[in-house]
């Protein structure tokens, strides 16, 4: 069987210039593709910047005979998404591929969360992830071929503590998701979110010593695979963490049907409302929507 290969294809990466974003910049390279190394080089917090990271992820690959570009713009802005979508399209004439990954912490318990760092989160990661989208998403229409891969967090699916901030900001990333999905459906644009795991500067201060194997290049051949022509899914949920590949999706209980409900009637029925061994899932695309509000409209009717 042929090996995947990105040749000729352009990707941007944000947040490439260590960890998880790092991984797949130089996969992409190393299978082809043409990289926009995105990374203003902060700290995890997203405070201060620095040039290094993003640079000497664009000599890795160049010195192993790839093709790569700098960009240390932040995603956080308006202005920036288009300077970032702006270096493929400048440099190489086209985007095929945008990975956003870019990320920051800032951890405190709700009691002590500013407002300021619930901003600063929701700018990297969610409005980030527009700020890229919605710079390349026209470009990848009007080509006719994209393939975006969304970043979310095991965070964002089930919560987590002290991270009011991001576990908002990684769910936000997916309802975004499934709308570049739906409205690139038409035009060869294909969406999905990684949930991603692995041991990088955001596990400082967590006691790593007893995990498995958990390196960044368990979760890039996912994202490789997402970013990938062959790519045949949108609109979906990867999670990829210590070797682990999977499938996340929202799933809803059959339901229940009456046509007047009051307080008790909720409670008395709670455990038929709750019981999901007949679990519905409503894939995004073509119209997950839809589905919903079909399979309600239908037991109401009674046709269901
Ligand atoms: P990392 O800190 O090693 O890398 C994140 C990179 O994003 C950094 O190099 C940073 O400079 C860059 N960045 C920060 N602000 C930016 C901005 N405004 N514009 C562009 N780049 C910016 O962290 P990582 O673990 O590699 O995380 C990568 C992504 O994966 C993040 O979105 C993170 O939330 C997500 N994630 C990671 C894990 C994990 O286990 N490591 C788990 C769940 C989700």
């Known amino acids: 069987m042929a090996h995947a290969r990105f040749d000729d294809r352009v990707a941007v990466v944000t947040g490439a210039g260590r960890g998880l974003g790092r991984e797949y910049a130089l996969l992409l390279a190393r299978l082809g593709a043409k990289v926009v190394v995105n990374d203003p080089g902060g700290a995890l917090t997203g405070e201060g910047d620095d040039a290094g990271p993003a640079q000497q992820v664009v000599d890795e690959i160049t010195a192993a005979g790839g093709d790569a570009v700098a960009s240390t713009e932040s995603v956080a802005t308006a202005v920036g998404g288009q300077a970032i979508i702006g270096a493929a399209t400048r440099h190489y004439g086209r985007i095929d591929v945008l990975i956003h990954n870019a990320g920051i912490v800032r951890r405190a318990p709700l009691t002590e969360m500013t407002a300021e760092d619930f901003d600063a989160v929701l700018d990297v990661h969610l409005r980030g992830a527009f700020h890229v989208v919605r710079a390349a998403f026209p470009v990848m229409c009007q080509a006719g071929y994209g393939r ?30 499934n709308v570049v999905a739906l409205e690139g459906a038409e035009h060869g644009v294909r969406c999905n979110v990684i949930v991603p795991a692995a041991v990088t500067r955001m596990a400082e201060g967590l006691d790593t010593s007893a995990y498995p194997p958990m390196g960044a290049d368990l979760v890039a051949p996912v994202v490789g695979w997402l970013a990938h022509e062959s790519c045949s899914i949108t609109g979906e949920i990867l999670t990829a963490i210590a ?6 999706v929202v799933v809803e209980s059959a339901g229940v049907y009456q046509p007047a409900w ?3 009637a909720v409670g008395a029925r709670i455990d038929e409302i709750r019981d999901i061994s007949n679990p519905l899932v409503f894939p995004v695309v073509p119209d997950g929507h839809g589905a919903h509000i079909g399979h309600s409209f239908a037991m109401a009717k009674g046709t269901q």
């Open 262 to 264: 009051t307080v008790d």
């Open 148 to 177: 975006v891969v969304l970043t979310s967090s095991i965070g964002g699916v089930y919560g987590n503590h002290a991270v009011a901030n991001y576990a908002a900001a990684k769910a936000g990333i997916t309802g975004l998701s």
């Open 243 to 248: 070797g682990r590949v999977a499938r996340i």
